[in-house]
């Protein structure tokens, strides 16, 4: 399935009205309530009213899914407002690492320097697995393009310079391809998807890791900057001949084409609820104690190698017992119940092996020393 449903694309389009152009990214709210994140201090008690508003910032890429979250979650319990504002993941890690947020989210794994940074012991959560993609608007060009490791660095750093060039022609025979010159779209603002997608580049091109490295912002050697998943897709739409890296639901969401992508096995995947699977298997049983792990360029036949976990981040000792109880709760839910949304918006449920390390986690959260979750 190449687009989403109608309903789901409104649900969270809807939320980012106005963001093609680079403008800063979307608020997902429960119940239609709240303002922007990052107003809200840790210890500030609910309303009179008896809602519960939890505010969080972050990461672009799981937005679509987070606002589908949000909305189902305000059938569960009315009374948890949540308010969830696509920043970026430098937002996100920042507005968390300040407290002035609830919780963070960000697709790149905290570096032990940032973490040090935190006022407290920080949780890595991950909440679903998804797919950075090569979306691309090239007129002519009908199909699905392959593209290999070394073509997607060559492309990125400004060496290969058409459609047409010989590397990307011989990749895919019979395919027409206009000598029309590549334009390159990435993300300017701090990006968890900009760090797996060269997390992904510094694995596979020495040229890549030498020249620019792997990083939430990296300095690209051509191209133009936009804010968010949603810029880079709203440039790769508006320009022809564009290519740009965007997370899986972003590209079928617009109804950009996207490429296969040779992985390590040798093998063209297509990005799918099963290859991103595939990715994380290996991983998921090997996961280290803090959760923090990265899948790209993951063996296997069937893996994509451009994959991801991302993640909530939440402290585990927050001095508002309510607040801190209501997202423990939420959080529980999303990687259970949450999990039947994944799929339909081409994100790949958590294995099940993950969902015991979570909830392991998740346990831990507490308030003046007590358990969030008794009984759990």
């Not at 620019?212 to 300095?219: I, M, T, Y």
């Not at 595939?278 to 451009?306: E, F, K, N, Q």
């Not at 981040?313 to 309510?322: K, S």
Request: glycine share 12%.
């Amino acid at each position: 399935m190449r687009r989403l449903h109608g309903f789901v694309a409104m649900l969270w389009l809807a939320g980012i009205a106005g963001c093609w152009g680079g403008e800063t990214s979307g608020t997902a709210t429960a119940t239609g309530a709240g303002t922007a994140a990052g107003g809200t201090a840790a210890a500030t008690p609910p309303p009179s009213d008896g809602a519960i508003d939890l505010n969080g910032a972050g990461a672009t890429f799981p937005y679509p899914l987070y606002s589908k979250w949000v909305a189902e979650y305000g059938k569960v319990d009315a009374r948890v407002r949540i308010n969830y504002q696509s920043i970026g993941s430098g937002g996100g890690i920042r507005q968390i690492t300040e407290r002035t947020v609830d919780f963070g989210a960000t697709d790149a794994p905290m570096s032990d320097e940032e973490l040090a940074k935190a006022p407290g012991k920080l949780h890595h959560i991950p909440t679903t697995l998804g797919a950075v993609v090569l979306a691309y608007n090239v007129p002519g060009v009908t199909g699905t393009l392959t593209l290999s490791p070394d073509v997607v660095a060559g492309l990125f750093l400004g060496d290969i310079k058409t459609w047409n060039d010989p590397k990307i022609a011989a990749l895919n025979p019979g395919m027409k391809l206009p000598a029309d010159p590549v334009s390159v779209a990435y993300r300017s603002d701090g990006s968890g998807t900009t760090a797996v997608f060269t997390d992904y580049l510094a694995k596979v091109s020495p040229a890549w890791k030498d020249k620019v490295g792997a990083g939430k912002s990296v300095k690209f050697p051509v191209g133009l900057g936009a804010k968010g998943n949603e810029g880079v897709a709203g440039s790769v739409k508006t320009t022809p001949g564009t290519l740009g890296y965007v997370e899986l639901a972003y590209a079928t969401t617009t109804g950009l084409p996207y490429a296969s992508v040779v992985n390590k096995a040798g093998k063209a995947v297509a990005p799918a609820i099963e290859s991103i699977t595939a990715a994380a298997a290996a991983a998921a049983a090997a996961m280290p104690d803090d959760l923090r792990v990265s899948i790209t360029d993951a063996p296997g036949d069937g893996a994509y190698p451009i994959s991801a976990f991302t993640y909530i981040l939440v402290y585990e000792e927050t001095a508002d017992a309510v607040k801190g109880k209501a997202l423990a709760q939420f959080l529980w839910w999303a990687v259970h119940e949450g999990q039947a949304q994944c799929a339909p918006l081409h994100y790949a449920p958590l294995p099940a092996e993950v969902v015991t390390k979570v909830e392991a986690k998740l346990r831990l959260l507490k308030s003046g020393g007590s358990p969030l979750l008794a009984g759990l």
